[in-house]
């Protein structure tokens, strides 16, 4: 039944069980790695900047979340270095001495100010959008490419070529084996160039 | 001279125009004489637009403010260097000066191949000419270098202060020559799209092009950096700016244009995704120009709004239609037997560095276009600015690193885990131990920990590739290393080239990690005699000072700079007053050194007090930025040139051709 099976669903038969195996391995086990890292990189960006902006004291952080509305530069206010940056700056700090606190100050910015206030989008409502589709995008791109690959592999059936015998002439080197193989690969390439 | 410029243009459309009638009609009829007419229009395009860029220069020269342009952009104090870059200060200028750009690349790709890809050059010459048609167009009609003036002024409004610095008379050219170079590779993909002949000519003939313009966009990015950082005050270089951000974006595009070209290459894969590619680039350069001139996106780089936006937005769809209409067209032709041997091999590798690249593009794209999408959906106008850019794109720039200093080590075709993790276990540990001795040493920032780790990585990888090439071939040959090291990378220029590349990107990941991670600042008004301090570096105020010319009032603060005690330098920041009446701009003063940089900007004065407000930034590692930015351009330089290979390569071809020929 076996061969019969690997027939219908196009596989040569008799192939070895190590690669089997090793589809296990690269086929399985690295696109999970690829997705784990991106969803990673997701957390990074919104709770890595979250940590970062924890570092700051609460007057950097509303000079952060606030563009500087001087009209020559498209920076916060905790970079401009124009005067109107300067009389912002002095003005957070009144009111963080005055009790407020850093949302409170940003709040009281955007309503007089309005939305283009802030530097970045919320992470709430229509704005979320703007942070979840760059990973979304690009997990769907992975998730396409780790699809692909896996079809493409099927198609192969080139044998192995990676693992190249060792050269005798580098064991007087005293290399290790995996630096010969390594030295030997190289050579290989440019004895193919000469 | 103005109505002699006005007339070169005018012919000038109707040549372009000419061009593309006669080179698609040649195509479709295949006469020869209709083809070689269209090839012959090209040179004419560009010899009539050269003499209108000749007339607009001779005009800003001669100070003849009658031309408005002339009277807005110019005047007679203008430095000569400055009057040369008025032609691109403004926004007919620069159009002008852009489609002078085209004009050259297009009558230097017909020159080049006269006897050369004959089949694809009528396409080649119709897409080059419609696109010179197109800015021959708004030229003419909508944004006119050479509209006088009903009465002359006596002096012009001279240039806009800020861009009367050295490197904003290089980085706009820069730019243009690498945005409208990537028309070259478009128009070579659209001849093989439209003829069918979607072997790799296309993309052989003009992977020089593809690099040079590749690299002279990404120099001219950095030379906008540069400008931006002794400029404009700030003490940054990079702000996520919409036109900053409109450079950049088909310059990734390119990047993952460049890198997956190498699989075609070799086994003939993704033929339809370089393809899609290309094309992307292009667009993308047209649609940064769009950002730029529309007027859509406020910015502190945009031209004032004008009526190009509509006119580029049509263009933009139709370039869209025509280039997406023929690729679907041709899609049977491009499809390819797509294998991959393992999961674990280069080429699944840059498969993945193409995702990010693409996804770098995008997401620069997405919060670009955003605060319009927003305005659009909710009525709501909002800012995405640097804290969005600087959350999203360090995620994916770590992972681009990571493949960088993964790729090189992956044999093509096949590898496995174990081998791959044994292959990178040097590298690897050169990571954790950079990571490990920086923690130990204090630095707690994780981005930074893990940016200098990553550098790390990149940098022992790619060095390593050149020391077990030089060992390998050392042995092959009986070379001593260092010939064996030049003959290794002689007879592979695009490869090691591209290893250079990747050790500047170390470089410049280096520099901005170090510059933005641990960037100091202090603030204070000192009178004469008052000291005030930054980090290491203490600065004593000395005297006012002020210097006047023909062009400018200089107004500045003299401060000795102390360092242990010991006098280090003299820095002199101050504000520079026009006298075509504009406002002042900031004079920034800075003692670079490969540790660091001392920043210091003059925000305020009162000369009678003696009394100047002063602000200081110590940006550490920022020298690294642009000593990798050179050695990224060396690099790149490197991989256009011809190897041996390569030379082979088309010795073979020209052979085939030949042969085929005889029989």
Sequence with gaps: MRPERHARRGRPRGRPRARRGRIGVAGVALPRLVLTGLVLAAGMASGGAGLRAATLTPQEQVETRLMCYCGCTDLTVRTCSCGTAADIKMDIAQRLAGGQTADQVVEAYVRERGAQIRSAPTTSGFDLLAWVMPFAAILVGAGLIVHLTRRWRSRATAPPSGDAPMSPAFDSRRLSADDRATLDRVERAIREEL | MADFGTLCLLMALAAAAWAVLASFNGWRSQSGELILSGERA???????????????????????????????????????????????????????????????????????????????????????????????????????????????????????????????????????????????????????????????????????????????????????????????????????????????????????????????????????????????????????????????????????????????????GLSILVSVGLLLHRLPLLRSEHRLDSFVSRESTFLFNNLLLVGAAFTVLWGTLFPILSEAVRGVKITVGPPFFNAVMVPITFGLLTLVAICPTIAWRRATPARLLDKIRIPLGSGVAAAAILFAAGMRDVYALVAFSLAAFVGVTTIMEFVWGTLARSRATGEPPLRALWSLVDRNKRRYGGFVVHLGVMLVIVGVTGSSVFKQEATAVLHRGDSFTVGRFTMTLEDMVSRDTPNQEFLGARLAVFTGGRRVGTLVPGQNFYKAGQNPSTEVDIRSSLREDLYLIMTGFDPQKGQATLKAYLNPLVAWIWIGGGVLILGSWFAMLPDLRERRRSAEARLRAVASYAT
Excluded at chain 2, 92 to 116: D, P
């Design chain 2, 42 to 316: 090209l040179y004419v395009t560009w010899g009539l637009v050269a003499l209108a860029v000749a007339s607009l220069e001779t005009l800003i020269f001669n100070d003849r403010f009658e031309v408005e342009y002339v009277a807005s952009y110019s005047n007679r104090a203008l430095p000569a260097t400055y009057k040369v870059a008025a032609l691109w200060a403004g926004q007919a200028g620069s159009i002008l000066f852009w489609l002078f750009i085209l004009c050259t690349y297009s009558a230097a790709m017909v020159l080049f191949n006269r006897r050369r890809n004959r089949p694809l050059m009528p396409i080649v010459v119709t897409t080059l000419g419609c696109v010179a048609t197109f800015f021959l167009i708004l030229v003419n009609f909508i944004a006119r270098p050479f509209v006088t003036l009903s009465r002359t002024p006596i002096d012009g409004m001279g240039m806009n202060p800020q861009l009367q610095n050295p490197f904003m008379a290089i980085h706009p050219p820069c730019l243009y020559v690498g945005y409208v170079g990537l028309t070259v590779p478009f128009a070579f993909a659209m001849a093989a799209l439209a003829t069918g002949r979607l072997d790799d000519t296309w993309f052989r003939t003009t992977r020089r092009f593809t690099i040079l313009s590749w690299f002279i966009l990404g120099s001219g990015i950095l030379l906008g950096g540069w400008w931006a950082y002794v400029e404009l005050g700030w003490g940054g270089y990079w702000a996520w700016d919409p036109v900053e951000n409109a450079s950049l974006i088909p310059w990734l595009t390119a990047t993952a244009f460049l890198h997956s070209v190498m699989i075609e290459e070799r086994k003939r894969m993704l033929r339809v995704w370089n393809m899609s590619l290309v094309i992307m680039t292009f667009l993308l350069s047209i649609l940064g120009t769009f950002i730029t001139r529309s007027g859509i996106i406020s910015s502190v780089h945009s031209f004032t709004r004008s009526d190009i936006g509509p006119m580029f937005a049509g263009f933009l």
